[in-house]
Antibody, heavy 119, light 107 residues
Framework: EVQLVESGGGLVKPGGSLRLSCAASGFTFSSYSMNWVRQAPGKGLEWVSSISSSSSYIYYADSVKGRFTISRDNAKNSLYLQMNSLRAEDTAVYYC????????????WGKGTTVTVSS | DIQMTQSPSTLSASVGDRVTITCRASQSISSWLAWYQQKPGKAPKLLIYKASSLESGVPSRFSGSGSGTEFTLTISSLQPDDFATYYCQQYNSYSLTFGGGTKVEIK
């Protein structure tokens, strides 16, 4: 079964850091680009970051550029999101999602992990 | 960035109704558009890609159309399982953007 499982969410103070992980199974992880997408409470979906299969291409939303770093370890079938200088507006459910082939829509999603930034 | 505008933001409908949701892009995105369904507390689910291609396993009552800047998602006969929020997403540029969502409610 194709599956993505996020972990690492939690409560953090403003200015703090957190590292999210996404464990992939059931498919050849190293062949797919991956995305992080977030959803603030009661709000819509917001793309956060993308990484190509070999990490050659990396993109960020302006709202997180310079603070978040996406990375992957194909040997461990894992995707990561290092989040630094966290702000209250980063509070959201964070989803990892598989990109379908070379088109940047998302055909498999994890269940999400919740990040709360509050003092 | 390409802005995506969905309308309406909320839609009240009955089981069996034909439902249409519109998504407009701030510039041409060719057919690089996807539609997702999301239920409360759940992850989004892919319904349509490349504007009109039905994802495997998605019921045929869902269809998509459009190109350029105007797109529609149609549910031909609304079923109880279809009450949810729907999002469009453009992937014409690497800076991916979603529409604000359309919540389909029971009338």
């Amino acid at each position: 079964e194709v599956q993505l499982v996020e972990s690492g969410g939690g409560l953090v103070k403003p200015g703090g850091s957190l590292r999210l992980s996404c464990a992939a199974s059931g498919f050849t992880f190293s062949s797919y680009s991956m995305n992080w997408v977030r959803q603030a409470p009661g709000k819509g979906l917001e793309w956060v970051s993308s990484i190509s299969s070999s990490s050659s291409y990396i993109y960020y939303a302006d709202s997180v550029k310079g603070r978040f770093t996406i990375s992957r370890d194909n040997a461990k079938n894992s995707l990561y999101l290092q989040m630094n200088s966290l702000r209250a507006e980063d509070t959201a459910v964070y989803y990892c999602a598989r990109v379908h082939d070379l088109s940047w829509y998302m055909d498999v999603w994890g269940k999400g992990t919740t990040v709360t930034v509050s003092s | 960035d390409i802005q995506m505008t969905q309308s309406p933001s909320t839609l009240s409908a009955s089981v069996g109704d034909r439902v249409t949701i519109t998504c407009r892009a701030s510039q041409s995105i060719s057919s690089w558009l996807a539609w997702y369904q999301q239920k409360p507390g759940k992850a989004p689910k892919l319904l349509i890609y490349k504007a009109s291609s039905l994802e495997s396993g998605v019921p045929s009552r869902f269809s998509g159309s459009g190109s350029g800047t105007e797109f529609t998602l149609t549910i031909s006969s609304l079923q109880p399982d279809d009450f949810a929020t729907y999002y469009c997403q453009q992937y014409n540029s690497y800076s991916l953007t979603f529409g604000g969502g359309t919540k389909v409610e029971i009338k």
